[in-house]
Structures are given as structure tokens and as C-alpha cells.
């Protein structure tokens, strides 16, 4: 007996079941467990008021969960790392509502990882033809950063796929971090010693902190920072301390905190999360400004502790040509999307074709400027 449902919260979902599932599609990325997504929903940072009204999609068979995609009902296009601004204009501009729009992914979070969370293809069909139902009552639909075999799935019933670009390091075995720059060109190389040497030269030390050595201290001050450079560039955070809080004690086993001091005193911090294979990049801030120590704290510490713990590799997030030039290669991502609008779908997809071939000749540029030697 099968049966669908819309939830606001996952407050009711069996998180073991949740993660198993997740398990199920091969995946342990942390973004993607009950914990993370309940945190977000739950402290409001993905909520109705900040424009990210929850419809977790949930399929159930016999009562157990089978099938599950955190979905949510979009008012803008902030916090989700493939814009759509353009569309949304064009639909104004003929008169037409853009929002809202249904949306899959991860909020504020550019990463990959399963989007139909299911242990068998069959369900993940039966997933994805309900999500374009329910999405039949509003603009459109976009699953974004879909692993390839799901984006496939969701190719199969007419959503267009669209190409977008981020950054990775990638570990080739390395000793350690001098062991990485001497794969690195000459000039890339004398370059990044050169950034690391003048942010030690500036008195800047660093610490990692992890799982439950992160303390509410901690947290208050990461905080804090995250908070001062959002508010330096005239923007708005989208998470909260609770919100950080809650990670801390729910996934312990999967946060990074790299401490920036001087003088021993905290001055700016990088939040980020990790698997046994994977490092991920997310969020910065700093009290004070000290030159090239956003690079050594956001890449070069996060390149060393991934060396360190032998992890395979090191996603760095979405944009950033500076992130080629330290080690960071491209790699293409998917999205997918549904539009209702018979002729805006048919605009859209003459552009995306168009934009494909724009991204894998920029992706080529890119590798034309790698910073690694030459293979010999």
C-alpha cells in the first residue's frame, strides 16, 4: 500500500529511516541527514518567513517510509547557487508570477548528493512523477545539484538539464601540504607560499576544532563572525546560532571548526563538514580584516587537514575563479527543471542548449590554466 505526503516539518519523519535511505542511494553526505535538514526547518532558518516554506515530499509503503525529497516552496531565489534571476525577470516582464516555485535541494548549501532519496530506482520514479505533479499547481520545478544517474531519471520526464560549474581539490596521494605545492607550477607555487608566509608574518596562528571539541563558546564566536562579514557586504545570513548549535550536537562526527588567532585571541573562523572522504567549504567570517587570511583559512588549512585525515577530496562550493589558482579544479554539476509554461519552457531550453556549450568551453579554458604542472 502505497501513499504520499506533504510535511512542513520532519519533527514527525523517524530519522533512522530517513538516514537509512540515504545510506540506500550510496551516500553519507551530512547536508542530506534528517539532522541537518531538521536543524535548518526547526530553528526557522528555512522556514515560510524566510521564504523557504518546507514541503517535504515523503513516500511511504505499508506505513514504512520508502521514499522521502526535502523539498521546499520558494518566494525569491536567494540562497540556492543557480540563478534564475533572469527567468523570474522574463516572467515579470510578460505579466506572469514566477513565485512561488518548488524547489529541491539542500538550502544555502551548493552541494551534491541524492534528491530522490530512495533505496530502489522504481521508487525514485514514483518520487519524481509526484514532485512534477504537485508542481503542476505552481510556476515551476528545480531539482538542483542532482547526481547524474538521477538527473537522468528526472531527463526521462522532460525537466531540462542544466550545466553549472564548481571548484575541487582533489587528493592525489599527497604527503603532505608541501607535497601538494610541489605538484603545483613554479609561479603558483612561489605564489601561495608567498600568501601563507604573510599571513604568519601578520602574527595569525590557526587551530582545528572538532565534533565536541567545539564548544557553545565556540559556536558564539563563530557566530559572530559569520554575522560581522555578512553585514560588512551589505547582506543578510541566512543561519543563526541556534541553528549552529544544533549541528554541533547532532552531527559532532561531521564538523570542522578552523580557528584564526593572534596574540591568542580568536579573529576570524571557517566553518565546515566532513565525511571519511569529503571535506566541505561553507561558511567564513572574521572581527578583523588581516590580507590573504580568508585564503589560508577557507582553502589552504582546509587542503591540510584533508591531507591530515586522508580524506579524497575537498569541495570548495560554487564560483570562484581565485579557487582555480590554489589547487581547486572545475567540475560540471547538474540541475534539473520544469517549467509549466509551454512557450517559456521552449525559451529556456533554446537557452540552456546555448548555455551548455558556453560552460564546457569555459570549463576547457579552466584546465588550460591549471596550476598544476604539466604532465611529463
Known amino acids: 500500500m502505497i501513499r504520499f505526503s506533504v510535511v512542513e516539518s520532519l519533527v514527525g519523519v523517524n530519522a533512522l529511516a530517513w538516514n537509512r535511505l540515504l545510506a540506500m542511494c550510496g551516500s553519507d553526505n551530512p547536508f542530506l541527514r534528517h539532522e541537518f535538514l531538521h536543524a535548518l526547518i526547526d530553528s526557522g532558518c528555512a522556514s515560510t518567513r524566510t521564504g523557504w516554506q518546507p514541503q517535504i515530499l515523503l513516500l511511504e509503503r505499508d506505513g514504512e517510509l520508502a521514499g522521502a525529497m526535502p523539498m521546499f516552496l520558494k518566494t525569491h531565489s536567494y540562497g540556492e547557487y543557480v540563478f534564475d534571476w533572469a527567468w523570474a525577470d522574463a516572467y515579470q516582464r510578460h505579466g506572469l508570477e514566477y513565485y512561488p516555485k518548488l524547489l529541491c535541494a539542500v538550502p544555502f548549501t551548493p552541494v551534491g548528493g541524492p534528491r530522490l532519496i530512495a533505496g530502489s530506482r522504481a521508487d525514485r520514479e514514483l518520487l519524481a512523477d509526484k514532485a512534477l505533479d504537485i508542481a503542476s499547481q505552481v510556476s515551476s520545478l528545480h531539482v538542483l545539484f542532482a547526481p547524474a544517474e538521477q538527473a537522468e531519471l528526472l531527463g526521462a520526464r522532460g525537466m531540462l538539464m542544466r550545466h553549472t560549474v564548481q571548484f575541487h581539490w582533489q587528493n592525489q596521494g599527497y604527503a603532505d601540504f608541501d607535497d601538494f605545492l610541489s605538484r603545483l607550477s613554479h609561479q603558483k607555487r612561489k605564489n601561495l607560499k608567498q ?19 567545539i564548544l557553545r563558546e565556540h559556536w558564539a564566536f563563530f557566530n559572530r563572525c559569520y554575522r560581522n562579514t555578512y553585514r560588512a557586504h551589505r547582506s543578510t545570513p541566512y543561519l543563526s546560532l541556534e541553528f549552529f548549535l544544533r549541528i554541533g550536537e547532532s552531527l559532532p562526527e561531521h564538523t570542522l571548526l578552523i580557528l584564526a588567532e593572534r596574540a591568542g585571541q580568536p579573529i576570524a573562523a571557517a566553518f565546515n563538514m566532513y565525511t571519511p572522504d569529503t571535506l566541505y567549504g561553507r561558511y567564513w567570517g572574521a ?34 575563479e581565485h579557487k582555480l589558482f590554489r589547487g581547486l579544479l572545475p567540475v560540471e554539476t547538474l540541475s534539473a527543471h520544469w517549467l509549466a509554461h509551454p512557450q517559456f519552457s521552449a525559451a529556456i531550453e533554446d537557452f540552456l542548449a546555448r548555455e551548455t556549450t558556453g560552460i564546457a568551453k569555459y570549463v576547457n579554458e579552466l584546465n588550460e590554466h591549471s596550476p598544476f604542472k604539466a604532465a611529463e
Open 287 to 320: 572581527l578583523e580584516y588581516v590580507p590573504l587570511m580568508h585564503f589560508e583559512a577557507c582553502y589552504y588549512q582546509a587542503i591540510d587537514f584533508a591531507i591530515a585525515h586522508g580524506l579524497r577530496c575537498f569541495e570548495g562550493g560554487a564560483q570562484g
Open 195 to 213: 600568501e601563507r608566509r604573510k599571513v604568519r608574518e601578520a602574527g595569525v596562528t590557526f587551530r582545528w576544532l572538532r565534533g565536541r571539541e
